[in-house]
């Protein structure tokens, strides 16, 4: 079967890999129908080094079960499933709290070592708690938006719910990636009563808009802050959604939060320290967020795309067969497209 390998910053290649099976009885081999490229993809796009093996890469997935393992209770041949990216037991505490990307059993496809979904197939472990059964065929005109439920949709999720949307309040969005195009469709979704986009992308912006955004900020660093504050009445934002990850937007995230607000990180860390501690300190600003439940929030999100309420499907603007990933890549990383379809 065909893969996707990265080998270096910058070297995705398409490979015969030997075929993806059952190794262990609690898992499930799904063939891939749709897979994406991530904002998450292009860090080690920008940044890995050169390795013999390669990484196989792609975390977010739809795709037809075609095996199971003998201790897999749930799930059959032939049924369509979304895959989240973060593999889990579904029965340990964490699990059962609603945390499965702290599961004991966690693992990330498309990471160390993980087969990744930017593949024919792919091979998940632990396949009762990770795979979610959908109600739908595999050919169905949902599945864009279905597709953003095994990453994106759930992840600006969690940076809404991590950053305490609700309604009435003032939501602002740090990130203008198809993760914070989410992240808008999430705080409208919980009711927030101002939506403030911060970005500078046309397309984007107009998207956002269309997404439930009120309010567009395009300036970048302290001139974000100060635009922000005149938008918020002088006060800040109640909740603020990072959706980057980069240091500067952190800072940014805390310095447009409102006193006694919060903000929801969802962004991929590049720093190892948070900056800001001072006015998170003396604004009592509440710093949540890490990698977003998706698995525990489709119970939720599902309904709302099924029945037309939601459509983050919209944030894919390109779609490419297997050869076309590393082509896919470019773009993403060039800001020429804000998230790409996989169709292997
Ligand atoms: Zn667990």
Redesign the pocket.
């Known amino acids: 079967m065909r893969a996707t390998i990265m080998y270096a910053a910058g070297d995705v290649r398409i490979e015969d890999v030997p075929d993806a099976a059952i190794e262990e009885p609690t898992d499930a081999v799904v063939r891939v129908t749709r897979a994406c490229i991530c904002g998450s993809d292009l860090w080690p796009y920008a940044s890995m080094q050169r390795s013999e093996a390669g990484q196989s890469m792609g975390h977010e997935a739809i795709g037809v079960v075609e095996d199971v393992g003998s201790q897999v209770a749930t799930l059959e041949k032939g049924d369509v499933v979304v895959m989240p990216f973060a593999f ?5 505490a ?2 059962h709290e609603g945390l ?1 990307t702290a ?3 966690v693992g990330f496809f498309g990471n160390n070592g993980m087969n990744g979904a930017q593949a024919e197939a792919l091979r998940v472990p632990l396949a009762d ?1 990770t795979l979610y059964p959908l109600p739908v065929g595999e050919d169905d005109a949902l599945m864009p938006s279905l597709l953003t439920l095994s990453d994106v949709m759930g992840t600006g999720h969690h940076a809404a719910v991590t950053a305490k949307v609700a309604p009435g309040k003032r939501a602002a969005v740090v990130g203008d990636g198809a993760v914070g195009m989410c992240a808008v469709i999430a705080a409208k979704r919980l009711g927030a009563e101002q939506i403030i986009v911060m970005g500078r992308h046309p397309d984007r912006i107009a998207l956002a808009r269309e997404f439930g955004a009120t309010d567009v900020v395009s300036e970048r660093g302290e001139e974000a802050v100060e635009r922000v504050r005149e938008l918020t009445g002088g006060e800040g934002a109640h909740s603020v959604l990072e959706c980057v990850g980069h240091n500067t937007a952190v800072e940014t995230a805390i310095g447009i939060a409102r006193p006694g607000g919060a903000v929801g990180r969802v962004g991929v860390p590049q720093h190892t320290a948070i900056p800001g501690s001072l006015p998170a300190f003396f604004g009592n600003i509440t710093i949540g967020g890490g990698p977003a439940p998706v698995r525990a929030y489709l119970d939720e999100l599902l309904p709302d795309v099924l029945e037309g309420r939601i459509d983050p499907g919209r944030v894919f603007d390109h779609t490419v067969g297997l050869d076309g990933v590393p082509e896919g890549y470019r773009a993403m990383a060039d800001r020429d497209s804000l998230k790409v379809m996989v169709t292997p």
């Open positions: 889990s037991d579904g029965t340990c964490y699990c499965p599961c004991v059993h708690g």
